[in-house]
């Protein structure tokens, strides 16, 4: 009996040890501690999901997934991805509808293609079967000046290496043109010396602007936490980030250069005349008309998608942020508004460790907590002009008389216009930016029984896009191309973009510090700077670079 109870205790006892031995070797097993290794998982809010956001989602992902788990949600307000970017189809041809696309000097635009595997679309057939493109600038009356389109070889260096690469036909065929010096001085012959001086001066400053926010020796781990800080970094002048007349007339420029040569370009990339853009960006909009432009194949809204499929990020469409505040177990609590398929609203408080705000802040609407230490300007910003982008095909091509010239006159492939045009709308730019060939059978009878070529007819369809300050409306259309008002647009698309450029040059840039508090970053300070892609991409580089070095410093 003695010995059956001695015995009872000791597996008592072994059973008890074990159980506890066990508790002791599987901690992550208890609830408590599952709820405290959930709460270590960094989680990162980026608000809006265009070019901005998804290049900051894709690089803090791309830099911290070896080291650290993360959770990234996206919060896009619209139902579609892309922001200003949106590409549509037409007879299996893309055409861009939104932002225009990058040239050959935006290296975080060509470095994010290449880092998700995108292909640049083909060059278009005018191109491949060596046809010339032109630009002419129309005052009102007729046209100042024509030239060649074409984007410029900028040495006779560069020329001799395309001719080597791809033979005579480089030459005789005029694939690029001649080297820039060669235009530079068919303008000083009518100008004097002012575009040698413009020249100079782009040169230089444009060097300095492709350096901004980019360490050319390693670029993975520059960032920046101000923008003026960078801009003096980078080297940027003071005088070139002022307005772009007073800076021009700085540098001795004649008016009737300014006035006829320089300023049309503004015009049509911002759609402002020179006293209400910066100087740089007058020298980028002159240097982009003569640069290879690139787009991705098949649409540049392919290259936002891609970069927030491989973020691995959760995208939450249709919801826009309201409010930001402390939060409790993390840095911020998030206040989310959306639209369940039976259209009712669904309100949520999240919390994370960090947020990007990668959309204008005049357009979010977003509501910060006081509690919260915001450096927010104390002036506001200048109002945005919004721009009104119009899309067409037709297979009448615009008229000389729609620009008082005689009928046999030949109209260039672009069409920019000097500021006293006397349009009203003001229009900046009429571009032929593509054609389509169609098949057209609507005589064959039916059923048809003959050969294929009794009946159809080869069609070409022009595809052009004007740049205004207001709606293009179908009577103006009418007239532009000569055509009855009956004429029906195989493809019309008509866009108004609210958030451009700013309506004047203000000196102090209103947001300048990339981080507004702790862990809470803004994109959207170089809008004021300079509105564009390429301005997109390198702000939301350097946000998710800096997010992923402070995350890392707070895990370590």
Same mark, same amino acid.
């Given at each position: ?27 992550? *097993?208890? =609830?408590?501690?599952?709820? $405290? ?15 901005? &956001? ?11 997934? $070896? ?8 919060? $896009? ?64 009356? !007729? ?20 001719? #080597?690469?791809? !033979? ?29 001086? *413009? ?71 911002? &759609? ?76 949520? #408080? ?26 927010? =300007? ?21 008229? %000389?008389? *729609? ?8 109209? =260039? ?104 508090? %702790?862990?809470?970053?803004?994109? !959207? ?18 946000? !998710? ?12």
């Amino acid at each position: 009996m003695q010995v059956s109870c001695l015995t009872i205790c000791v597996v008592i006892w072994f059973s008890t040890h074990l159980a506890s031995s066990q508790t002791i070797k599987h901690p992550l *097993f208890s =609830p408590n501690n599952q709820s $405290e290794q959930l709460t270590t998982r960094k989680r990162v809010a980026i608000i809006g999901a265009g070019l901005a &956001g998804a290049t900051a989602s894709y690089y803090l992902h791309d830099s911290i997934r $070896e080291l650290h788990d993360i959770d990234i949600t996206i919060f $896009e307000s619209s139902l579609k991805i892309g922001g200003r970017i949106k590409s549509v189809k037409y007879r299996g041809r893309t055409i861009e509808i939104g932002a225009p696309a990058a040239s050959t000097h935006d290296w975080c635009f060509l470095r994010a293609m290449k880092d998700v595997v995108l292909a640049p679309k083909e060059p278009d057939w005018d191109w491949k079967f060596h046809i010339m493109r032109t630009v002419g600038v129309w005052n009102g009356a !007729g046209f100042v000046s024509t030239g060649p389109h074409e984007p410029r070889c900028s040495t006779w260096w560069e020329l001799m290496k395309m001719v #080597w690469r791809e !033979g005579r036909t480089a030459w005789l065929l005029r694939k690029v043109s001649l080297p820039h010096w060669v235009e530079v001085g068919k303008l000083m012959w009518k100008y004097g010396l002012s575009p040698w001086t *413009f020249e100079r001066a782009t040169l230089s400053d444009l060097k300095t602007w492709d350096s901004f926010g980019a360490d050319l020796c390693s670029r993975q781990t520059h960032t920046f936490g101000s923008l003026n800080s960078e801009l003096r970094r980078a080297g940027l002048p003071g005088e070139v980030l002022g307005s772009a007349g007073s800076y021009f007339r700085s540098l001795n420029l004649s008016a009737a250069f300014l006035n006829e040569v320089i300023e049309p370009y503004a015009r049509a990339r911002f &759609g402002q005349n020179l006293e209400n853009v910066r100087g740089f960006a007058a020298e980028i909009a002159y240097r982009e008309f003569f640069s290879r432009s690139v787009a991705v194949s098949d649409g540049n809204y392919r290259l936002v998608d891609r970069l927030i499929t491989l973020s691995r990020a959760h995208l939450n469409l249709n919801s826009r942020i309201k409010e930001i505040r402390n939060g409790h177990s993390k840095r911020y609590s998030l206040l989310s508004e959306s639209h369940s398929a039976e259209n009712t609203v669904v309100e949520q #408080w999240e919390e994370f460790d960090a947020v990007v705000i990668a959309t204008p802040l005049q357009l979010g609407g977003i509501v910060f907590d006081g509690s919260l230490n915001i450096k927010l =300007p104390l002036e506001p910003s200048p109002p945005f002009l919004e721009r009104h982008i119009t899309h067409f095909v037709s297979e009448h091509y615009p008229s %000389p008389n *729609f620009f008082n010239l005689s009928s046999s006159t030949h109209l =260039p492939n672009s069409i920019l216009t000097t500021a006293n045009n006397s349009n009203i709308p003001d229009i900046f730019n009429i571009d032929s930016i593509g054609n389509v060939v169609r098949i057209d059978r609507a005589y064959c009878p039916s059923p048809w029984l003959g050969e294929p070529d009794d009946c159809d007819a080869t069609i070409s369809e022009g595809i052009f896009r004007i740049i205004s300050s207001d709606t293009i409306d179908n009577q103006i259309l009418f007239k532009m191309i000569g055509s009855p008002s009956d004429f029906e647009f195989p493809f019309l698309h008509r866009q108004v973009w609210p958030f451009v450029t700013p309506a004047y040059v203000n000196h102090l840039l209103p947001i300048d510090d990339v981080e507004l508090a %702790p862990s809470l970053y803004y994109t !959207g300070g170089g809008d004021d700077l300079f509105s564009s892609l390429e301005m997109s991409c390198r702000m939301g580089f350097n946000v !998710g670079v800096k997010a992923f070095f402070d995350l890392d410093d707070a895990l370590r």
